[in-house]
């Protein structure tokens, strides 16, 4: 099913917890990106990468951090610094720049709510 | 860093009239525009993309068309249908902020279209 997996669909996290987010994909993508989706805001790019073991922040990196220790995975983890990390987070993948950047495929998206 | 601006936010359309949604991006650089159509509960999918070399670009209903000098895109839908009530969301790929490499997607704060029956 598009070959890009994230896990949970529903997270639930108590206020002062870190929480980690799962993406893992299949499609052999170099590029990988976390989004946050907020009404009527879109989607923020948090953190994105195009090769193992490198990363770069995006717009919203603060309270974030990730890892690329495996070109499938790209694990995001919400820290107890994000001060209002309740939202719906989406992964990507895309072949990548150089390779001839072409569609990004975006995961089913895990919700997260601070509770 | 990029910096891509959507219009409207809101679009209502009967249906068989057309819809236009418009973006702008800040980098000049930016060579890489895909529009997405994310329906209520899914995930975000893309229906066309453009290349900064192309001007025009249109497959069945829909047409994006790319202006480089001024630094704007639109997506276009014809002949709405009901079905094509969704958010739609245009996005920019660019550097990122140091400049120094790319891949950097950039989207838009989205257009929630509906057609109306």
């Known amino acids: 099913d598009g070959g890009i997996t994230q896990s949970p669909k529903y997270l639930f996290r108590k206020e002062g917890q870190n929480v980690t987010l799962s993406c893992e994909q299949n499609l052999n993508h170099d590029a990988m990106y976390w989004y946050r989706q907020d009404p009527g805001q879109g989607l923020r790019l948090i953190y994105y990468s195009q090769i193992v073991n490198d990363f770069q922040k995006g717009d919203i990196a603060e309270g974030y951090s990730v890892s690329r220790e495996k070109k499938e995975s790209f694990p995001l983890t919400v820290t107890s610094a994000q001060k209002n990390p309740t939202a719906f987070y989406l992964c990507?993948?895309?072949?990548?720049w150089g390779r001839g950047f072409t569609e990004a495929f975006f995961g089913q998206g895990t919700r997260l709510t601070v509770v | 860093g990029e910096n891509v601006e959507q219009h409207p936010s809101t679009l209502s359309v009967q249906e068989g009239d057309s819809a236009v949604i418009k973006c702008t991006y800040s980098d000049s650089a930016s060579n890489y525009f895909p529009w997405y159509k994310q329906e209520l509960g899914k995930r975000p999918q893309l229906i066309i993309d453009?290349?900064?070399?192309?001007g025009e670009k249109k497959d069945q209903r829909i047409a994006v068309t790319l202006n480089k000098t001024a630094k704007h895109f639109s997506l276009h839908i014809t002949e709405t249908q009901p079905e094509d009530s969704a958010v739609y969301f245009c996005a920019a790929s660019s550097r990122n902020a140091g400049g120094t490499s790319y891949g950097k997607l950039t989207f838009g704060q989205g257009t929630i279209l509906t057609v109306h029956p």
């Open positions: 453009i290349r900064s070399n192309v």
């Open positions: 990507a993948s895309a072949l990548g």
